[in-house]
């Protein structure tokens, strides 16, 4: 997610990053954005629009979002991913993406296979990977930077009630890849390197009211799309595209839910449409209606859907 107002005075721009250093150390991650948006108001979406050009960012690091056993290839193409994924839930197309590439050392093989990640996500999705920074750290870190462009950006503002609420893909499969990398460390990887939706956010876009990526989990996604909107969302359980990797780590349906709602990390779209029809006409990944757009609160089968998700 990207800040989308740009402030060009230095001194406002300097002071803001203090305030966001202190934040970040007095609070949790949830109440520095809701600060940070109070002092931005039309920040929130999943990427800046500056004129046509759509611009998004991300930091990852080892600890929090590197499981052991992940390879420097897979964090490549999960690190650009993440911010390719931003671009798409704006609907529009992927230009191009930088990485910051910090580690304690620097190996010529973990570079040259966080490169080939990182180059391989961006060809999927009609992207160029074009460089970087390297920074010595004593924690292997990733902070990446996607480039898009697009005339008709997809806010998450847009949301109206009556609107068919659906996503695309499958939901858990990150979390199911967290508990398989201490099993089957290649199949792990191989979930990591999600396919970040840009193809589909072009297609889904010409129809959607509202988009974003569900990055930090279904239920939470969801929460900030009604803020957002000003409306709420009726959640049909038995609607959810759970991913079938989820039943092989776990058989138990509460825990199975667990992970496919409030895990996050699986950087699917979470949108809604008047057309259901042309989306899945149009989208080249499966798209499945979970609820409806109501006029307020977030439920699941009638019920409350408490707003849980990823944080770092």
């Not at 890849?177 to 072009?202: I, K, M, Y």
Request: charge should be negative; include cysteine.
């Amino acid at each position: 997610m990207l800040f989308k107002d740009i402030d060009t005075d230095p001194c406002r721009v300097g002071t803001l990053k203090v305030l966001c250093r202190v934040v970040a150390t007095t609070m949790h991650e949830r109440a520095a954005l809701s600060l940070i948006d109070s002092w931005l108001p039309s920040a929130g979406d999943d990427a800046a629009v500056v004129d046509d050009l759509v611009l998004s960012t991300d930091m990852l690091h080892e600890t929090t979002d590197f499981p052991a056993g992940t390879t420097r290839y897979t964090a490549g193409w999960r690190s650009v991913g993440a911010s390719l994924s931003d671009v798409a839930a704006m609907g529009v197309d992927a230009t191009a993406a930088v990485a910051v590439y910090a580690a304690p050392s620097f190996e010529t093989e973990e570079l040259r296979d966080f490169i080939d990640g990182a180059r391989a996500v961006c060809e999927l999705c009609g992207a160029a990977y074009v460089g970087g920074d390297l920074d010595g750290h004593e924690e292997f870190t990733v902070a990446t930077t996607a480039v898009g462009s697009g005339h008709a950006p997809v806010p998450r503002s847009g949301a109206t009630p009556g609107e068919t609420l659906c996503v695309t893909g499958t939901l858990g499969r990150s979390a199911a890849a967290l508990e398989l990398f201490e099993r089957d460390p290649e199949l792990g990887n191989d979930l990591f390197c999600f396919e970040p939706r840009v193809d589909a956010g072009r297609a889904i876009a010409p129809h959607a009211g509202a988009m974003m990526d569900s990055s930090d989990g279904l239920a939470r996604s969801l929460h900030q799309l009604a803020d957002a909107s000003g409306c709420g969302f009726d959640v049909e359980r038995n609607e959810l595209p759970i991913d079938e990797r989820v039943r092989e780590v776990t058989t138990d349906p509460t825990d199975a839910f667990e992970r496919a709602v409030h895990f996050g990390e699986d950087f699917e779209l979470v949108f809604t449409t008047d057309d259901v029809d042309a989306v899945q006409t149009a989208s080249p990944t499966p798209v499945t209606p979970i609820g409806t757009v109501s006029e307020s609160g977030v439920t699941l089968d009638g019920e409350p859907l408490e707003n849980r998700g990823y944080s770092h």
